[in-house]
């Protein structure tokens, strides 16, 4: 069993809590970074991590960034409490091999920080534009937990294309849907979690049901709607770019709001498929690279997403000229990148040659293209 963890802090503590694997330390770098700018420095941040998988690289950057004498950053593994259990993965987790413990790691941080009254637990893949010690300050006394109702959801459920509203009051069985919860920014009451035992509730009904979106539905379906709601701008939920029609099947109330949080959010939220650091066109991407700019991961970021896009680049025509400008901003590193793929493919062999090799040609006819474009533009 995990020691319990102390504040870090005995005055003005304001604990952050989040779940994160090694190939999302990046994005938690940037994440970091929003609430290290919005932070208070009458305030204390006590942020933990955590995650079974961050290598001592990216923790040592992570740490530099956290080099704040009213920041205080660590990591946790929850894995011996995990083990306990078989969280069931549902067909999508499944199908696009995503499964991955961290998705329960929420559900065990009031076991390990029973030593803290509240935490505010999120997910990565969002954004503080505001103090979070304003949503620490929201009482969740009597409430195992504080949440924001899920717009996007309600949308979903007036689509006539989706088996959802049936899913929410069959299988969920919650007698008010649209007043299902998103789970990407909570407030959780430590104290009532230990007193109704709800972490070890809770892992074991998602180790008995399959459940579509794994813990979040596990605690729609366990609280349905016995949590306290708080102000739906934390925890706006840009919609997928390819799917912003749905939109437009907002209920009336609930459109009404979407819209006034959009003006000025408290949280921005990537919550489905679609990142903005694998698609610079997602809806508020500039938002969000305008702190990975400001991190040590800037340029890891910029490489990720340079290799996500490579096969597609031509498809979009300005993400095209956006990585070839790039590319001319960093020749030197682009050189060494395809000097690398070509060791790689004279390395390996097979299925892994085969990825080399495309990667090198295609990195190699970049190049091409934007040294002739220097040359062209006299850059």
Known sequence: MIEDLSPAFDVDNVAIACSCSDEYAPYLGVYLESIFENSSPQKNYDVIVF??????????????????SNISLRFVNPMSIISSYQPKFSAAYTDNNLERPEYFFRLCSPLILRKYHKIIFTDVDLLFLNDPALLYQIDVTNYALAA???LIFAAMLESPHTSLKKYATEVLKLEHPYEYFNTGVMVMNVDEFIKEDYSRKLLQLLSDRVFRILEQDALNCFFKTSIRYIDTAWNFAVPINRYTNILKKLPADCAKQYWSDAKAPNVIHWAGLGKPWSDINEVSAEVWWGFARRTP?????????????????NSVRDNHQIKLLYILEHLTKFRLKKIWYKVKMNLTSGEKRKKYQDRYSDISRLFKEAVSLKKACRL
């Open 297 to 313: 991961f800037y340029e890891e970021l910029m490489c990720k997403l340079f290799d996500s896009r490579i096969s597609r680049s």
């Open 51 to 68: 995650e079974c998988s961050i290598t001592k690289t990216h923790k040592e950057k992570l740490m530099k960034m956290a080099d704040l």
């Open 148 to 150: 924001c109702k899920d």
